[in-house]
């Protein structure tokens, strides 16, 4: 449990802590049935001190080895300045660690983008059309359906916009391709991250290290 209070002697030296208000007994004999509900200055006459449990440290590239300490800092001739904070303990994590971690957020960044359309020019128009995965599934239905020649006449199409103009079956082939096309270039950059991550020689190079570049642009919001 996180203590929260810091029980010290009266040379202000940490003697226990305590992680709840109930029951709390100082070092001077008085005891608080709830110390939550005591005044700093009464805790501090009785050389109680509430913990400042500080911030955690940031784990995306480190972790936190056991429990914190409790840290007493001030003068004592001036028990006003007396504090109590937590102090953590971190190492580094390991570097196949930090490569593990830059290979997965490559991946979510691939389908993201993967996910964020593609534009189409349509008769002039550029649309831009939706390849989130359940999009991408009946697209390419409609891609092998139109490829086999089952689509003599085209059909509708619904975009992003959610405009729903007529395609002809050339066309609906030319949309797969470029989902095709931009699904292929986002699997090859995962690839390429992969493999540059791999040579990563040490932890700064990690945090260094972009997974976002080289997918293929994204289509403006509108």
């Not at 989130?132 to 599934?137: I, V, Y």
């Not at 391709?177 to 950059?189: I, K, L, P, S």
């Not at 991550?197 to 945090?207: E, F, G, K, N, R």
Request: aromatic share 8%; charged share 20%; with cysteine.
């Amino acid at each position: 449990m996180t203590a929260l209070f810091a029980i010290c002697d009266d040379q202000w030296a940490l003697v226990k802590t305590a992680s709840s208000p109930m029951g709390l007994k100082s070092e001077t004999g008085k005891t608080y049935s709830n110390a939550a509900l005591a005044s700093v200055e009464d805790l501090r006459a009785n050389y109680v001190l509430v913990i400042d449990q500080g911030t955690k440290p940031d784990q995306e590239w480190q972790t936190v080895i056991g429990n914190p300490a409790v840290v007493i800092d001030g003068d004592p001739e001036q028990p006003e300045t007396m504090t109590a904070t937590l102090q953590y303990t971190t190492q580094p994590i390991s570097l196949e660690a930090a490569k593990a971690k830059l290979k997965e957020r490559a991946k979510q960044c691939k389908f993201a983008r993967m996910d964020a359309g593609v534009e189409f020019e349509l008769g002039g128009t550029t649309y831009i059309a939706q390849t989130d995965s359940e999009s991408r599934s009946l697209l390419m239905a409609v891609y092998f359906n139109a490829l086999a020649g089952g689509l003599p006449d085209g059909r509708n199409w619904r975009f992003r916009d959610n405009s729903y103009p007529h395609l002809t079956s050339a066309e609906i082939i030319a949309l797969g391709e470029a989902v095709n096309a931009m699904v292929a270039a986002c699997y090859d950059q995962q690839a390429a991250h992969d493999a540059a991550i791999d040579a990563l020689p040490d932890l700064a190079a990690c945090q260094a290290y972009d997974c976002e570049v080289g997918y293929p642009a994204a289509p403006a919001a509108n």
